[in-house]
């Protein structure tokens, strides 16, 4: 597993990733404004299949269907989509970064992605865009998610959010402090 910059070719395998993962999706218009804005912040975990790529010549029949394919036998496996914080009526003004979707496709979760992915965002949200926090939403009822952001990263929780969701669900607002980090 790879991690790496997101770059526009990845685009459509990040919302692809997306559109199959979670009830919160985002036009393509959305993903490219955060590339295009934020070129250092957002992530992909990528993985390459040695036996596609000796292949050479040869069709790629499985890669062609696979819309996780951005490249000869690379696949994007998860992304995370960060950005700094943009809202002119945002009454806080210290710098500060928000995590706007993260996802591993199913067959590649429990290994670590997902926390490696957010790191990487964590890190650049921090040096590259000097962050002082980082903010996201989540569901109340996601837990590996919550296991993820409370336990392994050390995010905590400042407040609920009621019906945050289209669907009426809860969302826990939660930040991590990124000055004690360093
Ligand atoms: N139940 C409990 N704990 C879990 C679960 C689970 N289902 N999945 C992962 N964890 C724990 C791991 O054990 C690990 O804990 P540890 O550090 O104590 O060992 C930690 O969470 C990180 O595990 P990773 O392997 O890095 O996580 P993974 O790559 O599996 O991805 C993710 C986690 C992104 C939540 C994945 O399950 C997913 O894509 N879910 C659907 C999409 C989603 O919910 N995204 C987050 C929405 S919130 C937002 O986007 C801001």
């Known amino acids: 597993i790879t991690i790496r910059l997101a770059t ?3 685009l459509q395998a990040m919302q692809n990733a997306n559109l199959n993962n979670l009830p919160e999706n985002y036009t393509l218009k959305y993903y490219l404004y955060h590339l295009l804005s934020w070129p250092q912040a957002s992530f992909v975990a990528t993985t390459t299949d ?25 696949k994007v496996v998860g992304y995370v989509l960060g950005k700094m914080n943009d809202d002119m009526d945002s009454t806080d003004k210290t710098p500060h970064g928000h995590v706007t979707s993260l996802s591993v496709i199913r067959t590649y979760r429990r290994m670590g992605i997902a926390d490696k992915l957010m790191r990487q965002c964590l890190y650049a ?7 002082r926090y980082v903010s996201l939403h989540v569901r109340e009822s996601n837990r590996a998610a919550l296991h993820l952001y409370k336990d392994t990263l050390k995010f905590e929780v400042l407040k609920i959010e009621k019906s945050y969701y289209q669907d009426g669900e809860d969302a826990y607002y939660m930040k991590l402090d990124l000055d004690l980090e360093k």
């Open 8 to 10: 526009i070719d990845d």
């Open 50 to 74: 040695p036996e596609i790529v000796d292949q050479d010549e040869k069709p790629a029949t499985s890669q062609k269907q696979d819309p996780q394919y951005v490249a000869k036998g690379e």
């Open 125 to 131: 949200l921090c040096e590259t865009y000097k962050a």
